[in-house]
């Protein structure tokens, strides 16, 4: 990988962590602020939504103007986020490393489970890491920050995705 994990605390490293708009994800900003208060090397900020959950050893907001999130997403070494498309590709068309954690409904954070299945189909996605659980979070940071910077994805979808897309709007 190009750097020991044990040189990692040596590192500095931004990293944003974001919710999206429309509801709060307690379960990943209490787990990365958990994460913040053993790394004091890394710079951490939370865009938080409607959390409930304020974090103690990272900078917040509950929200970002578009253009103050792109700015934090540039800045950042690494960006976490629940599996939400908006996320995914904003994060990797400029080139950064992304880690997700799916929202589950079974813990009440979406009405359904469609961020498992965007989780599961991208999963090979360059740049883009899935946590299974919030566990997760801290391997997958650590390995992201001693990798760098990634390749950025296309500006247009592939032909493919976009007939699949149809197909699975259609019902088909």
């Known amino acids: 990988i190009g750097v020991a994990f044990s040189r990692l605390d040596e590192i500095m490293a931004n990293i944003l962590v ?13 787990e990365v602020d958990d994460i913040a208060s053993t790394h004091p090397e890394w710079h951490f900020f939370a865009q938080i939504g409607t959390g409930k959950y304020f974090p103690k050893h ?18 950042a070494d690494v960006v976490i986020a629940n599996a939400g498309m908006g996320s995914i590709l904003s994060t990797l068309s400029i080139g950064k490393r992304l880690i997700v954690l799916p929202r589950l409904s079974a813990l009440g954070e979406h009405r359904n489970d469609h961020q498992l299945a965007t989780a599961h189909h991208l999963r090979k996605t360059p740049g883009l890491y899935i946590a299974d659980s919030q566990g997760d979070i801290l391997n997958l940071l650590l390995e992201c920050i001693s990798l760098g910077g990634t390749d950025s994805i296309a500006d247009t979808a592939q032909p493919e995705l976009i007939d699949n897309i149809r197909c699975w709007m259609n019902g088909e």
Do not use: E, W
């Open 58 to 75: 990272m900078n917040y907001a509950h929200s970002l103007t578009p253009s103050a999130l792109m700015h934090k997403t540039t800045s």
């Open 18 to 30: 974001t919710v999206g708009t429309q509801v709060g994800f307690d379960r990943l900003v209490k």
